[in-house]
């Protein structure tokens, strides 16, 4: 079982690039999320999707957008990279939405110059 | 909105001591209080979690304690070892349908052979 797998581990933009971060799991989960890891600021939430077909904004939503593509998949899109943005991004997943143990994927280093 | 305060940010202790770190949040609707660990470099994981019906939980070396009423959480680690060294993050679920968790800043644990 590879858990929650994402692509890429390592990623540099220039300002203004677009890109999009792919993750995907295979324990038949309903709930997946994004969270972006700043030093000294814990784990915030960007985007989750309690089940296939509905999307929800976290707490730092601005410059992001989401797709659950199926079951499996949800991807992370930045339109417009900002310096910002630069962090660590983890995907997660959880049998449900709502109280529930989180696994995350191993992150995605993202600097944009 | 829902706050989640963990102290210390840094704890050092001697290998075979006890480790206590604490959280407290603010919103009264949260109902689950997961501990994550994070070795450097790697996913955090997990390591036990607390819902609000019940007041401690205990893991063989771990041990996570809640005061509803006082809305503060700790964990405690008895008979470190150098590889509990890593980052423990604490968090708290919110939201009326606790879709969302807030983490806390995370504490940087070191334990000294």
């Known amino acids: 079982n590879a858990g929650v797998t994402q692509t890429p581990k390592f990623q540099v933009l220039k300002t203004g690039q677009s890109m999009t971060l792919q993750c995907a799991q295979d324990?038949?989960?309903?709930?997946m999320y994004w969270y972006r890891q700043d030093p000294g600021m814990g784990l915030r939430l960007i985007y989750y999707?309690?089940?296939?077909?509905?999307?929800d904004k976290g707490e730092v939503p601005n410059g992001y957008n989401v797709s659950r593509l199926n079951k499996r998949e949800f991807s992370l899109r930045l339109e417009s990279a900002a310096p910002s943005q630069t962090s660590v991004y983890f995907c997660?997943?959880?049998?449900?939405?709502?109280?529930?143990?989180?696994?995350f994927g191993a992150g995605s280093r993202l600097t944009v110059l | 909105g829902e706050n989640v305060e963990q102290h210390p940010s840094t704890l050092s202790v001697q290998e075979g001591d006890s480790a206590v770190i604490k959280c407290t949040y603010s919103?009264?609707?949260?109902?689950?209080f997961p501990w994550y660990k994070q070795e450097l470099g790697k996913r955090p994981q997990l390591i036990i979690d607390?819902?609000?019906?019940?007041g401690e939980k205990k893991d063989q070396r771990i041990a996570v304690t809640l005061n509803k009423t006082a809305k503060h959480f700790s964990l405690h680690i008895t008979e470190t070892q150098p590889e509990d060294s890593a980052v423990y993050f604490c968090?708290?679920?919110?939201?009326?349908?606790?879709?969302?968790?807030?983490f806390g800043a995370g504490t940087r644990l070191t334990v000294k052979p």
């Open positions: 607390i819902r609000s019906n019940v």
């Open positions: 999707s309690a089940s296939e077909g509905t999307t």
């Open positions: 919103d009264s609707a949260s109902n689950y």
């Open positions: 324990m038949n989960h309903n709930s």
């Open positions: 997660a997943s959880s049998p449900q939405s709502g109280a529930n143990v989180l696994t």
């Open positions: 968090a708290a679920s919110i939201g009326f349908g606790n879709n969302d968790m807030r």
